[in-house]
């Protein structure tokens, strides 16, 4: 009987840690999730913000396609 109970408990310690390093893999996951989450944001603010900047820049002055107008390639 008491090996039999010894054996239950150091199963239960067993599933127990299991279980304790399978939470902290998926706190791990889901702090790297919105750290990801966090950075996409950023990265959707700026290119709406560069948008919003291009699209004021071209309804602020005609469009033209003088090429006098251009600046030269980066090989001159």
């Given amino acids: 009987m008491q090996g039999d109970h010894e054996q239950r408990l150091t199963e239960l310690e067993s599933r127990i840690a299991f279980q304790e390093h399978a939470l902290n893999e998926l706190s791990d996951a889901l702090a790297a999730a919105r750290d990801e989450e966090a950075r996409n944001a950023l990265l959707l603010h700026r290119a709406l913000e560069e ?9 602020s002055g005609p469009v033209t396609g003088d090429p006098s107008n251009e600046p030269p390639p980066p090989h001159y």
Avoid: G, I, W
């Avoid at 919003?52 to 309804?59: F, K, P, T, V, Y």
């Fill in 51 to 59: 948008l919003r900047q291009l699209r004021l820049a071209l309804s």
